[in-house]
């Protein structure tokens, strides 16, 4: 079993949970009422996605190839000014677990 590595995005979401994307796995989306259970279902659904490409013979993405740029702009909207430290802890904790 080889083990592969996939940045997952959590987004909060207006009225309660936390939708999670997998920018390299286009379509693979998912959602969890709390931080730890979108992880899972994310887990859950990169499992499925690569699933399902073995058996149609695509081939599976990684991000090997993959850069990462976080670009700041300014703005004049009214967002967040820091993440929420529940997020953070949690994000942590998985990094660690793995």
């Known amino acids: ?9 959590l987004r909060k ?3 309660c949970g ?6 390299s796995l286009p379509g693979c989306v998912t959602y969890g009422d709390t931080i730890e259970e979108a992880i899972e279902m994310v887990k859950e659904a990169i499992e499925l996605y690569i699933e399902s490409l073995k058996t149609h013979g695509e081939e599976i993405s990684t991000e090997e190839v993959t850069f990462e740029y976080t670009l700041t702009v300014q703005t004049h909207a009214n967002l967040p000014s820091l993440i929420p430290e529940k997020i953070i802890k949690a994000l942590e904790r998985e990094r660690l677990a793995t």
């Open 13 to 15: 979401e207006p009225d």
């Open 1 to 9: 079993m080889k083990l592969l590595s996939y940045r997952v995005l």
């Open 18 to 23: 936390y939708t999670v994307i997998v920018p």
